[in-house]
């Protein structure tokens, strides 16, 4: 596998991201995979609050599906957004020039967009795109890529079924191909002010590309609820305080 990142222009508040793309990236080849850090889309689609006229724990309370009370020494809230387990609901202000930077509105349809756009312009059939942001790892330090949406492949490549070298057969074993690509794309593009808030990524052959954006059927497939997760016991077994425009 090739990661390359892509060196961008100092990105701020009203910025024309398919511009940005057409600067940035001077060619595709059929069956790569771009990715795009959550933080920049957000950006150019508006999806930010003046740090100052905002408080940021109502936002993180308002922007996070679930959230705990923030209770470690580092004053972050451990939160549940779109189904993933993230810190302060994706909120960042690093790199935001005086900006809280949310998620994006939709990513999935950002993703999508993306990917039309660009398979069009470089005349290719085949192409990944994936929305990226950083998250932390309970019990580890540092942190890694997950994949806020994507589109035009397969998330997960399934191994149940199958069989291993010995002649056993995978129960439960699936491969989340969405976020191994975006840790590693993730870790290409740093986390300080390399500037580099795209990637492209060739040489995939584990990668299976659909010539569509993925089918909601699909998306729920990359989900998985609480009461079925390794880890439900654990995520059940605290108060979790639902979130919202409301709260």
């Not at 998330?155 to 976020?179: H, M, Q, R």
């Not at 986390?191 to 990524?201: H, K, L």
């Not at 089918?215 to 998985?224: D, F, G, Q, R």
């Amino acid at each position: 596998m090739k990661v390359e990142p892509i060196k961008t222009k100092a990105i701020v508040v009203g910025g024309n991201l398919l511009e940005i793309l057409d600067k940035s990236i001077a060619n595709l080849k059929d069956n790569s995979v771009v990715a795009i850090t959550s933080k920049i889309v957000s950006i150019c689609e508006g999806s930010v609050v003046e740090i100052g006229k905002s408080d940021k724990d109502l936002l993180i309370k308002n922007q996070a599906d679930y959230y705990l009370p923030k209770k470690n020494k580092y004053n972050f809230y451990l939160s549940i957004k779109n189904n993933i387990l993230i810190p302060s609901a994706g909120i960042d202000e690093s790199n935001g020039n005086g900006y809280y930077i949310l998620w994006p509105k939709n990513p999935q349809d950002s993703a999508n967009k993306i990917r039309s756009y660009l398979t069009k312009k470089f005349k290719i059939k085949n192409l990944g795109v994936i929305i990226v942001d950083s998250k932390t790892t309970p019990l580890r330090w540092g942190v890694t890529g997950v994949s806020v949406s994507y589109s035009g492949f397969n998330a997960l490549n399934n191994y149940i079924g199958s069989k291993d070298i010995f002649g056993k057969k995978f129960e439960v074993e699936k491969v989340n191909v969405a976020d191994a690509l975006a840790a590693a794309a993730v870790l290409v593009m740093g986390e300080g002010n390399e500037q580099t808030p795209i990637a492209i990524i060739e040489e995939t052959p584990f990668v299976n590309f659909k010539n569509k954006n993925p089918s909601v059927e699909e998306l729920k497939e990359l989900a998985i609820t609480i009461e079925d997760d390794l880890y439900g016991q654990i995520l059940k077994s605290v108060k979790w305080k639902k979130g919202g425009e409301n709260e």
